[in-house]
Nanobody, 123 residues
Framework: VQLVESGGGSVQAGGSLRLSCAAPRYTYVRWCMGWFRQAPGKEREGVAAVYGRGVRYYYADSVQGRFTVSRDATNNTVYLEMNALKPEDTAMYYC??????????????????WGQGTQVTVS
C-alpha cells in the first residue's frame, strides 16, 4: 500500500496545520489509518487513528482536543487537522495503514504500511 503524506511545514505556537495522506481506493472500507510522529532522539508514537469508515477514532492524550483525524471517501485521503500547536508537537509525522484486527493502536508493530513522512516544526 502506497501512502503519500503532505501538508507539513513550519508554524508558530498556537497555529494550525492540516496533514494529508493519500491512500489507494481499496483501503477505504476495511483498512485502518493512523498518524504517528517521531521527534529526534525519541521513539515513534501514535498520534491518532481512524478504524474503518469512521467507526472508531483514537487520540493520544497529548493531542486530544487539539487534533482531529478524518477520512474522505471521495478522494481516499486521511487528514490530520492540528490546532493549537505547541513546540512539543515538532516531529516527523507519518501516515500508517493496516488491516488491524486487534491490539493497541499506538503500537508501531501493529501497522505494516508507512508513508515517507512529513516534517512539522512549531516554534
Amino acid at each position: 500500500v502506497q501512502l503519500v503524506e503532505s501538508g507539513g511545514g513550519s508554524v508558530q505556537a498556537g497555529g494550525s496545520l492540516r496533514l494529508s495522506c493519500a491512500a489507494p481506493r481499496y483501503t477505504y472500507v476495511r483498512w485502518c489509518m493512523g498518524w504517528f510522529r517521531q521527534a529526534p532522539g525519541k521513539e515513534r508514537e501514535g498520534v491518532a487513528a481512524v478504524y474503518g469508515r469512521g467507526v472508531r477514532y483514537y487520540y493520544a492524550d497529548s493531542v486530544q482536543g487539539r487534533f482531529t483525524v478524518s477520512r474522505d471517501a471521495t478522494n481516499n485521503t486521511v487528514y490530520l487537522e492540528m490546532n493549537a500547536l505547541k513546540p512539543e508537537d515538532t516531529a516527523m509525522y507519518y501516515c500508517a495503514a493496516d488491516l488491524v484486527t486487534g491490539g493497541d493502536w499506538r503500537s508501531v508493530d501493529l501497522w505494516s504500511c508507512w508513508g515517507q513522512g512529513t516534517q512539522v516544526t512549531v516554534s
